[in-house]
């Protein structure tokens, strides 16, 4: 049966590969290369076949702006089964952006630097794969130099993200209460997505208003972080974006190392390092929630709402053992049950978890696979244990879909999977957690 899986998810990341170099996530849904998918999709090509996964990064990092960043984006072809495309983005409005690559002008959580780990850690050829990385790593280095540089306006050690689109949950609850504050016009625009996948599962039209209200501020600003700083009305320190930070601060340090002669670049991020863990348990660990929540630095406040990136801190070993016990009795409270699949991307309890919207909800395999290792890090083998065995369960029984329905019983005529069928990274980590 493992064997049967194994090769039925190898078959899906082999039918979305691209000439080009790189993975789609999902056919006609999504028809170009994401940044965190990418990532994601090379962890499980490495453990079968490491030139495409070398490809997936290298394809990415080549689209990187001269600034450092990495856009979430890279249209490295033309198609209409996707709005907003490169034209809306124009991210030649920056003076630094790719020359080379049409690119939106945003981001995504910077995984790039613990997928270079773990591409090390899961290589059999582990002289040809330290070579890569010695190639790539210091455009890595430079991405987070960027975020720590321009996306720190008060130089604490934790960025911000101006777009949800830029949390990679993109529809999440957390933004609702922003969108109440604000006036954003009605657009004219085709959606794509919704051709593809049933209306109700997405975004509204109106989130989309909104979306592209904060894309044409930033337009307006030449995609200039320290203007989008003044005038975005979305400005937010989020707990996975910046837990992915600093896990991917901690295999930088972790490769440099192994590298050998990189003691400027080592410094460099170990004091970031420091800097940022203390920042964020002082600021984003809410004592009594016993979660990591999320802070909105547009209007000083934080944002208490538990979500599936408000466990993502364990993976980057941020809490003490009391936060992550805490985060555990959290997770088992809330996200388990008797009624729950481990673990919905929005807390199950609150009136605003819907299990069949997109990030409202439903179990992402991206986000268990952090949860997973997470657990694992901090001692708790049994739960860690569940959510393996759930996310392959899920799999196994529904196929490889974008995201899942988290709870054990459904309504009559409610389906169990959703989003886009064939799901890249769906199948790469299940991969990974085969491998296990």
Known sequence: MKETLLERAKQVLDANYQEGGFTIPSKGLYPFQWKWDSGFIAIGLAHYNTTKAKQEIATLLDAQWENGFVPHIVFHNESDTYFPGADFHQSHLHPLSSKKYKTTGMTQPPVLGFVLEEMMRISKDDSDMLSFITVHIDKVFDNHVYFYKNRDPHQEGLVYIYHNWESGTDNSPVWD????????????????????????????????????????????????????????????????????????????????????????????????????????????????????????????????????????????????????????????????????????????????????????GPIWMNLNWILYKGLKRYGFKETANTVKMDSISLIETYGFYEYFDARKELPSGDSRAYG???????????????HE
């Open 177 to 360: 209460e922003i969108w109440e504050g604000i006036d954003a016009p009605e657009y004219t625009f085709e959606r794509r997505d919704t051709t593809h996948v049933d209306p109700s599962q997405r975004p509204s039209n109106r989130e989309y208003n909104h979306y592209l209200h904060i894309i044409e501020i930033a337009k307006s600003h030449q995609y200039n972080d320290q203007k989008i700083a003044v005038h975005s009305p979305l400005l937010i320190q989020d707990p996975l974006f910046n837990a992915m930070l600093i896990k991917s601060n901690e295999s930088l340090i972790a490769l440099y190392e192994r590298i050998g002669n990189n003691e400027e670049k080592i410094a460099y991020l170990k004091k970031c390092q420091a800097k940022s863990i203390a920042r964020f348990n002082e600021k984003l660990f809410d004592e009594t929630l016993g979660a990591y929540i999320y802070y909105d630095l547009r209007n000083d406040q934080p944002m208490p709402y538990i979500t599936s990136s408000s466990f993502a801190p364990l993976f980057a070993g941020i809490p003490n053992e009391d936060q992550a016990k805490q985060l555990l009795n959290v997770l088992l409270q809330k996200f388990r049950g008797e009624e729950q699949y481990l673990c919905a991307s929005f807390d199950p309890t609150s009136t605003l978890y819907n299990p069949k919207k997109y990030w409202r």
């Open 420 to 434: 886009g069928n064939n799901f890249s990274w769906s199948a790469a980590l299940l991969i990974d957690l085969l």
